[in-house]
């Protein structure tokens, strides 16, 4: 998993798990980048009917202290390149998670690129945790960390799956195949419509802003036409179809001229 921000590590407890669910974060769950703990400290979110919600709010320069507890003098080292990064509780004997991760520099103006983001793509923003495999546990979770109140609709994801593009095993989703359509626009604009994981279109948008140096950036637009599903749609410049092109099909995105019809592989 590539990010350019801190991750956002959140927690789901289900009420009367812990007598006292503050003081068992603080004491005994911890943050871990490569065996050392963090510096950083458990915040509740929100709450629902089932659980309470507590995310990981990380110390301003990433620091690194002594396992769990209150921090002593501690070295502040950056947290940049391939880690590992592991939520557990070492005194109770439990791995929460463990992801490996790299962190990248992050490029000036990307943030606006996502601003009206996820929106009704709110799904996709969420199975892409997991391509491979999400339960309906899972989602939820994932849901409530990325847009607390907003629940990701069943009957949308059966759609999606109905035009292929995800795939359902019982109660486990997953990505099934990502499509995008480059058209020219009468101005001489190239527009991408895509539908699929949107982790492919940041890979995408670092490589323009690198690349091709292209400091200003399209920003992605959710949409919807008749009865179709959301869909992603951003506007470039008509110079860089080509590269568009080699860069989704590089990265497994089936060009396409029309989002929802199945074509033969």
Same mark, same amino acid.
């Given at each position: 998993?590539?990010?350019?921000?801190?991750?956002?590590?959140?927690?789901?407890?289900?009420?009367?798990?812990? *007598?006292?669910?503050?003081?068992?974060?603080?004491?005994?769950?911890?943050?871990?980048?490569?065996?050392?703990?963090?510096?950083?400290?458990?915040q509740k979110s929100h709450e629902d009917e089932r659980r309470q919600f507590y995310s990981w709010?990380?110390?301003?320069?990433? /620091?690194?202290?002594?396992?769990?507890?209150? #921090? /002593?003098?501690?070295?502040?080292? #950056?947290?940049?390149?391939?880690?590992?990064?592991?939520?557990? /509780?070492?005194?109770?004997?439990?791995?929460?998670?463990?992801?490996?991760?790299?962190?990248?520099? #992050?490029?000036?103006?990307?943030?606006?690129?996502?601003?009206?983001?996820?929106?009704?793509?709110?799904?996709?923003?969420?199975?892409?945790?997991?391509?491979?495999?999400?339960?309906? *546990?899972?989602?939820?979770?994932?849901?409530? /960390?990325?847009w607390p109140g907003q629940e990701v609709r069943y009957d949308l994801l059966r759609k999606y799956?109905?035009?292929?593009?995800?795939?359902?095993?019982?109660?486990?989703?997953?990505?099934?195949?990502?499509?995008?359509? $480059? *058209?020219?626009?009468?101005?001489?604009?190239?527009?991408?419509?895509?539908?699929?994981?949107?982790?492919?279109?940041?890979?995408?948008?670092? $490589?323009?802003?690198?690349?091709?140096?292209?400091?200003? $950036?399209?920003?992605?637009?959710?949409?919807? =036409?008749?009865?179709? #599903?959301?869909?992603? =749609?951003?506007?470039?410049?008509?110079e860089l179809q080509r590269n568009l092109r080699n860069y989704l099909e590089t990265h497994e995105?089936?060009?396409?001229?029309?989002?929802?019809?199945?074509? *033969?592989?």
């Amino acid at each position: 998993m590539k990010l350019d921000h801190l991750p956002l590590i959140f927690l789901g407890i289900p009420f009367g798990y812990f *007598s006292d669910v503050d003081f068992v974060l603080q004491r005994e769950i911890g943050v871990f980048v490569d065996e050392t703990c963090v510096a950083g400290r458990w915040q509740k979110s929100h709450e629902d009917e089932r659980r309470q919600f507590y995310s990981w709010r990380w110390d301003a320069d990433v /620091a690194v202290q002594p396992p769990c507890g209150p #921090p /002593a003098n501690f070295e502040r080292t #950056p947290f940049r390149g391939k880690r590992t990064l592991t939520v557990k /509780a070492p005194g109770l004997g439990i791995c929460i998670e463990e992801r490996q991760l790299e962190l990248e520099n #992050p490029k000036p103006g990307m943030d606006d690129c996502w601003k009206n983001l996820p929106g009704e793509f709110l799904p996709w923003f969420v199975l892409c945790q997991n391509p491979q495999r999400m339960m309906r *546990s899972d989602i939820e979770h994932a849901e409530n /960390a990325i847009w607390p109140g907003q629940e990701v609709r069943y009957d949308l994801l059966r759609k999606y799956a109905g035009l292929g593009l995800l795939k359902q095993q019982g109660h486990a989703w997953a990505i099934a195949e990502s499509r995008g359509v $480059l *058209s020219k626009l009468p101005g001489g604009e190239c527009q991408l419509q895509f539908c699929g994981n949107p982790c492919i279109l940041w890979g995408l948008f670092r $490589l323009m802003h690198d690349r091709h140096r292209r400091s200003h $950036l399209p920003v992605v637009e959710v949409e919807k =036409s008749g009865g179709d #599903p959301p869909f992603l =749609s951003m506007r470039w410049e008509g110079e860089l179809q080509r590269n568009l092109r080699n860069y989704l099909e590089t990265h497994e995105v089936r060009i396409v001229p029309d989002l929802w019809r199945q074509h *033969s592989k």
